[in-house]
């Protein structure tokens, strides 16, 4: 069918192929995917290959049970304050925790258990139902680690990971927004050890292109021992931080219900940094807004 055709009234004597409503469309000659989507695909490629599982990480409003007090972290601790979180005034608090092991948690923290001493301070369940902008994707890892300990049919090994974003109320500058996506990865087995944590970092590294790396003990409130992960980046040609590692406590697995003997490691790191260092971005809001580069 053609201007003429419509033109002349030739149309009218024409027979036409009918329309093959299946086809598919053609691919527009324009759009490409944002570098730190790129960079995105290429480490869900990556952990993919290692047979780790991702995780479901459309939550961005968390409540801090499950963002802080399952991962044993103080209620006093002042990442907790709103100078560091983002909180959600609407709802106000969360629907719900899994009671006994709200109380378990509650338990850990006040008086400890399992080997621990706990904080020896009085527990809030108000402080626990507060919602926030999730702080870390170690949230996520939290309810799937408690969903692993109490599935049908209990416990079973299991590789997870997660690449999304949280949020923070810092400072902004250069290399710094209010949020940024955290890349996570969580080990659940039998008998883990550091070995198999700073084996598993090599192997992650190693597929994106670190191979050189050292580790220097480190504290988070959640792990122990803690491991910063530094590399030679061989495109800086210099020593740089890469991520931060660790064993997640026995205060923070026991009351989830996970059995005697199961440990889990984990380790994160930041999409922005890497994509900022291969596309040689010198400014982090240069990743955003209308004058992405790609
Ligand atoms: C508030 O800042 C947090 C963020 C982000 C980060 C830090 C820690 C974790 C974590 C964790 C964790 C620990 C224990 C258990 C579970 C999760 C996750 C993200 C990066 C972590 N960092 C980071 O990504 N650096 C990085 C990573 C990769 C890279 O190149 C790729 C290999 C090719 C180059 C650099 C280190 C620094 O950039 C750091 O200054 C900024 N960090």
Not at 89 to 105: L, T
Not at 127 to 145: G, Q, Y
Not at 201 to 216: A, E, P, Q, S, V
Request: glycine share 8%.
């Amino acid at each position: 069918l053609t201007a003429a055709m419509l033109a002349d009234g030739s149309w009218r004597d024409t027979t036409f192929k009918p329309y093959n409503f299946d086809a598919e469309g053609t691919v527009p000659a324009c759009g490409v995917e944002h570098t730190l989507l790129k960079v995105r695909t290429e480490f869900r490629r990556v952990l993919f290959e290692m047979g780790f599982a991702e995780m479901p990480t459309s939550r961005f409003v968390e409540s801090c049970f499950w963002n802080f007090d399952a991962l044993f972290q103080p209620q006093s601790h002042p990442a907790r304050d709103a100078h560091d979180t983002f909180f959600v005034s609407k709802p106000g608090v969360a629907r719900h925790v899994p009671e006994d092991y709200c109380e378990r948690v509650k338990t850990v923290h006040q008086t400890g258990g399992y080997g621990s001493r706990g904080y020896g301070t009085v527990w809030e369940r108000s402080e626990a139902d507060k919602l926030i902008l999730r702080t870390h994707t170690t949230a996520v890892s939290s309810r799937m680690l408690y969903e692993l300990a109490n599935q049908e049919g209990g416990f079973t090994p299991k590789k997870y990971f997660s690449i999304d974003r949280v949020f923070r109320n810092e400072t902004l500058d250069a290399t710094h927004l209010a949020e940024f996506h955290q890349v996570e990865g969580v080990v659940a087995d039998y008998g883990l050890g550091l070995a198999d944590l700073i084996g598993t970092i090599r192997d992650f590294f190693r597929r994106i292109g670190i191979t050189n790396l050292r580790f220097k003990p480190a504290y988070n409130p959640y792990t122990e021992p803690s491991m910063e992960v530094f590399g030679y980046h061989p495109d800086l040609k210099c020593w740089t931080e890469i991520g931060n590692s660790g064993i997640f406590r026995p205060e923070m697995l026991a009351p989830m219900g996970l059995p005697e003997g199961v440990r889990v490691i984990a380790w994160g790191l930041s999409l922005e940094r890497p994509t900022m260092i291969k596309y040689r971005y010198s400014n982090i809001r240069d990743l955003f807004g209308h004058k992405v580069q790609v």
